[in-house]
């Protein structure tokens, strides 16, 4: 059967408020990170993906504050990213009360960075963030700034160069699928499942229980991470957890 299959809620924050939009844009507020964050924990969710999407400095502050106020309030693993520029910063989140630390932009540009977290404290803490497009050429591109600028680096060359490096798992985000709810990207999750030995997280897409079940059996996704259909109420976790059950996915309930 293998590893139980993760369902982990994601919290965009900016400002100090969970925020989500529609492939990257139109934000609208979906309410307090640490309710929320408490909430998930409480509901049975396998893990917690924090993201800080203001990078001012002055919303770093804000932001580490908040890190430890969510791991006061939740038992499961915690995953940080945004914002992180140096190890300074992995070292600052981790201090903070996260379990482990999502990388994109930072990676890109400092390659070397995943290794030496790697090395630091164990390939688990490295989460290596990718958000992909595919273009009009059929080829999936890497973005950075948070969607805002394109690469020259492919998709499937990335990820087996962060695989190489250490990070102990790809959290793949489709900005094509991003926040409009039609699934995931099943077959770009599938390349990817093949390509790289660590777990793949699939993100992006989520908007009715079965888009879950067909990441997994699809896209062979290891984790499918969602927001909206969360912070919502569209999809409650633990009817998700039975669904899924249900359907033959291991899941843990």
């Known amino acids: 059967m293998g590893l139980a299959k993760r369902i982990i809620p994601c919290l965009d924050v900016k400002d100090g408020a969970t925020v989500k939009g529609v492939n990257f844009v139109n934000l609208r507020n979906a309410g307090d990170p640490v309710e929320l964050a408490r909430q998930y924990s409480n509901q049975g969710a396998d893990e917690l993906v924090f993201l800080d999407i203001t990078a001012s400095a002055d919303g770093r502050k804000t932001f580490t504050d908040m890190v430890g106020k969510v791991a006061q309030v939740i038992n499961i693993p915690f995953t940080v990213g945004g914002g992180i520029n140096a190890f300074e910063d992995v070292e600052r989140l981790l201090f903070a009360g996260a379990d482990k630390v999502s990388i994109n932009s930072a990676a890109i540009r400092t390659p070397n960075l995943i290794d030496k977290i790697s090395a630091s404290f164990g390939s688990q803490v490295c989460v290596c963030a990718i958000d992909a497009r595919m273009e009009a050429d059929g080829q999936w591109y890497c973005y950075v700034k948070g969607g805002r600028e394109r690469t020259d680096l492919k998709l499937l060359d990335w990820a087996t160069e962060v695989a190489d490096r250490g990070a102990g798992e790809i959290l793949f985000t489709s900005m094509n699928h991003d926040g409009v709810k039609q699934g995931f990207a099943n077959d770009a999750l599938a390349m990817l499942a093949d390509k790289v030995k660590i777990p793949v997280i699939a993100s992006g897409g989520a908007g009715c ?24 109420g569209e999809i409650k976790i633990p009817k998700l957890k039975e669904y899924l059950k249900q359907k033959g996915v291991k899941v843990r309930i």
């Open 209 to 232: 229980m079965d888009h879950f079940y067909d990441a997994f059996a699809k896209g062979k996704a290891d984790a499918a991470l969602a927001a909206s259909v969360f912070h919502f």
